[in-house]
């Protein structure tokens, strides 16, 4: 989930973007209403929150009503993940992922077999603060195809971007 913070207090802004990015959530910061209006034509955010208890459980909520409805469970190429407890397992063994290595298998198993490009997933798991998108993306996909072992459940579709392999 993408989020816009506005908030003139850089201080708050970025306490409040560092507790949402904690979180896992991608998060951009503009300082006033003319950087958040120029931000907004260009990038579809699905939150503009505050005060951060109850600005988590909104953004969460919001997240929930724009996505589509997906079951927690995932399951494919023999990897299971449990998007309600943030758990994934291959063949039954857990899995040791980071955040950024269960975003983007979470977004490759929300496909449901269709490619997502690098694009997609630097909008779906990261924030304007990755520099070197690309780069950020094929080492936390190395990372996650050494986390997920033998056979490839992650595949490279030449000019495309990335897939999950094999039947669901």
Known sequence: MRVLV??????LAEMIAEG??????????ALDGVEALRRLRFVPYDAKPFAYAELLARVLALGRRVLPAAPPLLERAGVALDTARRTAHRDGQPLPLSRKEFGVLESLMRANGAPVSVEDLIEQVWDEHIGYGSTAVR????????NLGDPPAVV???GVGYGMAGPC
Do not use: G
């Open 6 to 11: 506005v908030e003139d207090e850089v201080f």
């Open 20 to 29: 949402l990015r904690r979180d896992a959530l991608a998060v951009d910061v």
């Open 139 to 146: 080492v936390t996909m190395s990372k996650l195809r050494a």
């Open 156 to 158: 490279t579709v030449p």
